[in-house]
């Protein structure tokens, strides 16, 4: 089992859509968490860090359940530009030491 | 732009070669980490340099190897390359601490024939 684990892609959504990933990590000492989000051939980038209390940033909503280990982003209002691989992402320890899961693809349809 | 470089960008190497991979960290960041991306799947940790010394390691086998100088570069060396070695490789830099931000260079694609 690997540790952490998203939802299988892809997601073809239209625009104006809403569309939620899901996202489950097994190691319970997992201290930080993130949504990166990769586009085609390009390096991931930091899309938001994601709290016990939940955040958000503009049309986008993460949340973190410790309890249950399970971290969740939603796209409301989805974009033509939204379309790429979102990463979800874990750190165990201290620095840059980051677990990511495979990746879910988003593609948003005109 | 993040201000981490990688070089270079693309390289084919045939099997049994040996290959070195080169990153530049974002000025101020003293943490480097290295992952290895193969093709639909996500980034996996190979290890992380802080202050010249190894912080960590992934699973991989001793052939990876890698460096980190006193300007915070690093390089990540693999020898005895093997076809499932082909993938993006990314470098990260980062401040040592739980929740600060890693920024990644634009990745090696390294090729293996």
């Known amino acids: 089992r690997k540790e952490v684990e998203q939802d299988p892609g892809p997601f073809n959504v239209p625009e104006g859509a809403t569309v939620a990933f899901n996202c489950t990590y097994s190691?319970?000492?997992?201290?930080?968490f993130f949504w990166y989000r990769q586009d085609c051939r390009k390096e991931p980038k930091l899309l938001m860090s994601?709290?016990?209390s939940g955040n958000e940033d503009g049309r986008f909503t993460a949340q973190l359940n410790r309890a249950s280990q399970y971290i969740s982003l939603l796209i409301r209002d989805s974009k033509l530009s939204d379309s790429a691989t979102y990463l979800c992402?874990?750190?165990?320890?201290?620095?840059?030491?980051?677990?990511f899961g495979q990746g879910t693809e988003l593609s948003v349809k005109p | 732009e993040t201000g981490v470089t990688q070089s270079p960008t693309h390289l084919i190497k045939t099997r049994g070669q040996q290959v070195t991979l080169r990153c530049s960290s974002q000025?101020?960041?003293?943490?480097v980490s290295w992952y290895q991306q193969a093709l639909g799947q996500g980034p996996q940790f190979i290890f992380q340099?802080?202050?010249?010394?190894?912080?960590g390691r992934g699973n991989f086998p001793p052939r990876f190897s890698g460096l980190q100088f006193p300007n915070y570069s690093s390089e990540l060396n693999v020898n005895a390359l093997e076809l499932d070695d082909s993938a993006l490789y990314l470098c990260?830099?980062?401040?040592?601490?739980?929740?600060?931000?890693?920024?990644f260079g634009q990745g090696t694609r390294l090729t293996v024939v």
């Open positions: 340099y802080y202050r010249e010394e190894e912080n």
């Open positions: 992402v874990v750190n165990r320890g201290q620095g840059g030491k980051l677990i």
């Open positions: 000025s101020g960041h003293n943490t």
């Open positions: 990260a830099s980062s401040l040592t601490g739980m929740n600060t931000e890693a920024f």
């Open positions: 190691n319970s000492a997992s201290q930080s």
């Open positions: 994601v709290y016990s």
